[in-house]
T-cell receptor, first 113, second 109 residues
């Protein structure tokens, strides 16, 4: 079956612009996670969805970051007024409810100029 | 706070055995996972230890000691394709994983 997919694979934007990053989880996975990974570091948790609701958004760095999952499948991470420090790889993962294994997508490489 | 410590780099030769250690300090702990990530690729799940002891999956084994807040990943019969970064990640009970900063393994011929 298909794995987790993310689009776009690369995004270059200018400081101050708005961006949307999309994640398609594995079919049937109710849990969805967003992480951010800077060069040479491990993934850093941003937000976790169980179904349509954000069960834990404690990792979002500030109110410029927002994510939705309106139908319990595809999720969109939205970043307003981008800053150069937002440049990173944004990873999405999904898992079956109750299972510890998370399956990661290839990530979106965001570069803010 | 939550922290996981692992060596930044390890070098080994093809065919050898290498051990990557991970020590953790977390406010809650349910288990330790290991992920592999090739340059430019997605993290890929390798193993999970929810209980103390050794878990074996082919050439890879993982160990956990809760009393020592310590775990390790053991890679046997190293191959060139094993050159990658390896991350330990703690399940602290909040579903999201807390990752270490990764160990870059370089396998030499």
């Amino acid at each position: 079956g298909a794995g987790v997919s993310q689009t776009p694979s690369n995004k270059v934007t200018e400081k101050g612009k708005y961006v949307e990053l999309r994640c398609d989880p594995i079919s049937g996975h109710t849990a969805l996670y967003w992480y951010r990974q800077s060069l040479g570091q491990g993934p850093e948790f941003l937000i976790y969805f169980q179904g349509t609701g954000a069960a834990d958004d404690s990792g979002l760095p500030n109110d410029r970051f927002f994510a939705v999952r309106p139908e319990g499948s595809v999720s969109t991470l939205k970043i307003q007024r981008t800053e150069r420090g937002d440049s990173a790889v944004y990873l999405c993962a999904s898992s079956r409810d109750g299972q510890e294994t998370q399956y990661f997508g290839p990530g979106t490489r965001l570069l803010v100029l | 706070g939550q922290s996981l410590e692992q060596p930044s780099e390890v070098t080994a030769v093809e065919g050898a055995i290498v051990q990557i250690n991970c020590t953790y300090q977390t406010s809650g702990f349910y288990g330790l996972s290991w992920y592999q990530q090739h340059d430019g690729g997605a993290p890929t799940f390798l193993s999970y230890n929810g209980l103390d002891g050794l878990e074996e999956t082919g050439r890879f084994s993982s160990f956990l000691s809760r009393s020592d807040s310590y775990g390790y990943l053991l890679l046997q019969e190293l191959q060139m394709k094993d050159s990658a970064s390896y991350f330990c990640a703690a399940d602290t009970g909040r579903r999201a994983l807390t990752f270490g900063s990764g160990t870059r393994l370089q396998v030499q011929p």
